[in-house]
């Protein structure tokens, strides 16, 4: 016999167990739910892109984390592994978007891959589930984003969360103001440090890495550091703006005031968007809202959902301008957030049948799945035990350890009298009913 | 500005499009609602697995067909892209089984990828969609499989297609009767050609390269030719057994017999199941049991279904016996299937929403994202259009386009008297209607 190689997942890459797959497929099919009840349309990629499609998208650092793939005949690599669905979609909306037509609005949910340092919560594949609106520089769309999330954060059962907005317009209109817009990027880069190390590492980092003057940071800093309501928060930066009009902030001022007015006719609570002068996100491209999500319980974790709007989407690849907002959900992240905070999704429960019909008699397996498929015809999941061998108790067992709600069992005495026992799990209660009552029976435990 | 790169995908690669995307949302989410409905629970594994993992195991062919991966700082590649479902299970189930249990119950869906040439739907990344039972041998596992197919493509919107059966037993009692149990591989893997090359190539090629006599070879194609309706079929493979009874090939017949009672018992409509001795499936390690499934109208692109029964999943990795049953969907086949037979879920519309709200008036963007979200709650998928500068011919244009059912409208006059106008697209028939008629008037219409 051959040496046995040991079972193992490479490091940085998991397997998702029952139980935590139940929630994330239950997180994907809300997100799919919500990004389409606005009508965004699904597409898909592949895994596999070809190298200079990926390669210079976000600087030498982010290249060195690509995977690259080749087949075992090929000598050079090719083609890698996408490291986000925005490249991708830049890439598909170069090629496609002729016979899309514009406005276009896709979501799209997979892996990608990313060769960095693992750590906790830090995976080498994680999913992602993006939503953007592309060809349209209107406001609606901004607007409409930070509905998405809101109406996704609410379907995923989260009550406590904030959704963190801002504008790079400001920014960038006080960069104008004070003739340093060219330093814009470094700037950025070091404001997106903010929360992680304090407002003096920060300026220190801008005077050497932007070369700026200490008085200038300050200034920076200060506009960033505006807090208060949304309504003073924006009345402040009017008043700062008021001195010197520039036009950049006060398109910024005027979406921000938009998008508080109708989320607010929407029904969007209040204190739910929250104008947070200081978000940036690292990345270049954005250049007008931006969008962060914080579970209010558990802020230490970072966004989970996360975007922004794009001055031009696939300029490697196409002279067609196409601006675009979008965001997108950190599934992994969520689902880590989920478990720390117990949420009611991660039930332990390992199976997605709520009912087990006993296998209690070989000869009556046709019986066994009859009752199943009239409970499945229903709408019930419904597992028959496979083994006729194995002891009630043995399967009542393996029932209670994955969580099914409720047993079916019928011995020759019920095949006498064409009934059947149901018994609820949870409660222990046990009652005899005629076929044509098992589905009503079943249905008022499980609801 | 750089030179433009050209936005291709790679060549056996592709994008999907939203009216196809749809259709294969659809397949999957089905597929997911009918395994779960058996107790079938959801897993996931990672694309790579390390490269000691997946080679060597489908022989030399298969594994240059493997996608070699490594980080840009890696010299050499140790992991590669899956390239079946069913290999990672059994790394999975060696890794995980006895945190699980058994029989534990399955389903995985997801790309795979092989570097074949590519060709005419055939792709080097496809989707597999595989549910499995392990850790028994019970034949109420056999079954079960069958009837899970069964309600898949019933769920699946077709009504003409047959899952074909057969019993590895059967063929193997021959050839143990016949002294050649141990040239079982060569001679299965020229029985699998039966359909494509016919019996008589078969016969030589069994000689050749199976070093039979052509008298052996004839007596295992008739066993396979064996036909007639179901009963008819086990008679005479009862009566060919007869003069020299074998365990094997009897505890094979039993299976299939008490499989076609418990199809009858459930309700699978006659002629469904068929058995059809001929199917062996190239893959050495199925023992029992055999599926393939046939579109009555598409013979010709071959099975979108297949299985079997296996003695012991995960040999490579765990001294653990782990026997199982178990099949795949093949995603990418079905839906070529699915454009080749107009299937009516691909409708050719490109948006999952049903409702444009028309985006008429710039101000009244609270009102539009308003009166969507009371559809939305309704459980309507509703696009507001981003774009309040586009005349209302282009949105209606726009929503034909893309597939809508219906549009909501409203201007100065509408607004001034708390009303909507709702139009069905198709039937072009307006009505104007309270605000608190609006959902009950579309959901009229969307049925």
Aim: hydrophobic residues 40%; neutral net charge; aromatic residues 8%.
């Amino acid at each position: 016999m051959a040496d046995l190689i040991t079972p193992r997942t490479l490091s940085g890459f998991r397997d998702y167990l029952p139980d935590v797959m139940l929630a994330r497929e239950k997180v994907l099919d809300t997100a799919r739910r919500v990004y389409r009840s606005y009508g965004f349309t699904p597409i898909d990629t592949p895994a596999c892109e070809s190298l200079d499609v990926l390669l210079g998208k976000g600087g030498d650092e982010s290249d060195k984390r690509i995977y690259l793939v080749r087949m075992v005949e090929a000598k050079k690599e090719e083609m890698g592994l996408r490291f986000d669905l925005t490249v991708p979609f830049a890439r598909f909306a170069a090629q496609h978007i002729n016979q899309l037509g514009t406005p276009f609005k896709r979501y799209a949910m997979g892996p990608v891959w990313r060769g960095e340092r693992p750590g906790q919560g830090r995976y080498r594949e994680f999913w992602q589930c993006d939503f953007d609106t592309i060809g349209t520089t209107s406001n609606a769309s901004d607007i409409e984003t930070a509905l998405v999330v809101n109406d996704l954060f609410t379907a995923l059962n989260f009550d406590k969360f904030e959704i963190r907005i801002n504008n790079r317009l400001l920014l960038n209109g006080l960069l104008e103001l004070k003739g340093l817009a060219e330093r814009a990027v470094p700037l950025l880069r070091s404001l997106d440090k903010l929360p992680k190390i304090g407002r003096e590492k920060v300026a220190e980092e801008m005077v050497k890495e932007a070369a700026v003057t200490a008085e200038q940071a300050g200034t920076v800093l200060d506009l960033a550091e505006t807090t208060g309501p949304n309504s003073e928060v924006l009345d402040k930066v009017e008043a700062f703006f008021a001195a010197s009009p520039n036009d950049k902030a006060a398109e910024g001022i005027r979406r921000l005031r938009e998008l508080l007015v109708v989320a607010e006719t929407v029904g969007v609570p209040e204190g739910r968007i929250k104008i947070d002068l200081s978000i940036c996100r690292g990345l270049d491209y954005y250049t007008g809202t931006i969008y962060e999500t914080f579970l209010t319980d558990l802020p230490g974790i970072g966004s989970v959902c996360s975007g922004g709007r794009y001055d031009n989407l696939a300029s490697k690849y196409t002279k067609q301008v196409l601006p675009g907002v979008g965001a997108s959900l950190g599934v992994d992240r969520l689902i880590a957030a989920m478990e720390e905070l117990k949420h009611p999704w991660l039930t332990g429960q390992t199976t997605p049948a709520q009912v087990l019909v006993v296998n209690f008699d070989a000869t009556r397996l046709g019986d066994y799945q009859r009752i199943a498929s009239v409970l499945r015809a229903a709408g019930v999941s419904v597992e028959v035990y496979p083994e006729a061998g194995k002891k009630v108790g043995q399967q009542f067992a393996y029932a209670e350890k994955r969580g099914f709600k409720l047993a079916v069992t019928a011995g020759p005495a019920e095949f006498e009298q064409s009934v059947w026992k149901v018994k609820d799990l949870a409660k222990r209660e046990e009652a005899t009913v005629p076929e044509a009552e098992v589905v009503a029976k079943v249905k008022a435990v499980i609801k």
